[in-house]
């Protein structure tokens, strides 16, 4: 039985928000983490996310399996764009995940629009009780606060090179700045294994042609020789039987 999740992926079934919430799932379990930065990171890779891929029924209530994998996911990925606020799953999936998490391992993922327009509300203000020290009672005032999140509003891979990290970091438990910096390192030694491969290729196939020209020569050399042999043999011939004239041209 499967008792932790790394994040729990909430979006409106709609194509947009389906494909990037499909892409973000892929993209985080693939994740790939550089060596250097396993000892420094809370987690030493990314190995689950849950996505629920079926629509909820309208009328009915968050199932069972939704409510426990909220529990057990440790971030909620918000897909944000202008058809979240349209979805009541996401609202309901939202409310249910912090009463068990607070508000700071809610990340979100902006798809399209505006963040202003396409982040819930639950996930832009917070509600705080302060006693007024004139009359002596509470009041409540709505303080803004800001989600963290990563825009897919982009091109696919600059977003996923750009982007994707913010939300990997998180989950990971490491800064994003280390992140990319490691990352850049890793992708820096690999480009120079590469090259390196290239250059060893080329030389052993610059050897191995200039192996073979060498081979090419000798035989081609020695064929020369060969036929040498047997044309004076046959000139030789050829003045034997006194056939002088035939055996110069022959020669």
């Given at each position: 039985?499967?008792?932790?999740?790394?994040?729990?992926?909430?979006?409106?079934?709609?194509?947009?928000?389906?494909?990037?919430?499909?892409?973000?799932?892929?993209?985080?379990?693939?994740?790939?983490?550089?060596?250097?930065?396993?000892?420094?990171?809370?987690?030493q890779k990314i190995s689950r996310i849950f996505r629920d891929k079926d629509e909820l029924p309208i009328t009915s209530d968050l199932t069972e399996t939704i409510i426990d994998a909220l529990k057990k996911s440790e971030y909620l990925i918000v897909i944000c764009s202008t058809n979240t606020k349209q979805s009541m799953w996401v609202k309901r999936e939202i409310q249910m995940f912090l009463t068990t998490h607070t508000r700071d391992k809610i990340l979100t993922v902006l798809c399209d629009g505006e963040p202003q327009d396409v982040i819930p509300e639950e996930l832009t203000s917070v509600e705080k009780e302060y006693y007024d020290t004139a009359t002596g009672f509470p009041h409540t005032v709505k303080i803004p606060i800001e989600p963290l999140s990563c825009d897919y509003r982009l091109p696919m891979k600059r977003a996923d090179k750009e982007e994707l990290p913010r939300l990997a970091a998180a989950l990971l438990g490491c800064s994003y700045d280390e992140l990319q910096r490691r990352n850049r390192q890793y992708k820096m030694r690999r480009a120079a294994a590469v090259i390196g491969v290239a250059f060893a290729g080329l030389a052993a196939f610059g050897i191995y042609a200039a192996i073979s020209r060498q081979q090419i020569k000798a035989n081609y050399v020695e064929s020369l020789r060969g036929r040498s042999i047997n044309l004076a043999y046959e000139s030789g011939q050829l003045i034997d039987n006194n056939k002088r004239t035939d055996a110069i041209h022959l020669a």
């Open positions: 039985m499967i008792d932790f999740y790394n994040a729990f992926i909430s979006y409106k079934h709609a194509p947009l928000d389906m494909k990037i919430a499909e892409h973000v799932q892929r993209s985080l379990e693939h994740f790939h983490v550089p060596h250097k930065m396993k000892g420094k990171a809370k987690h």
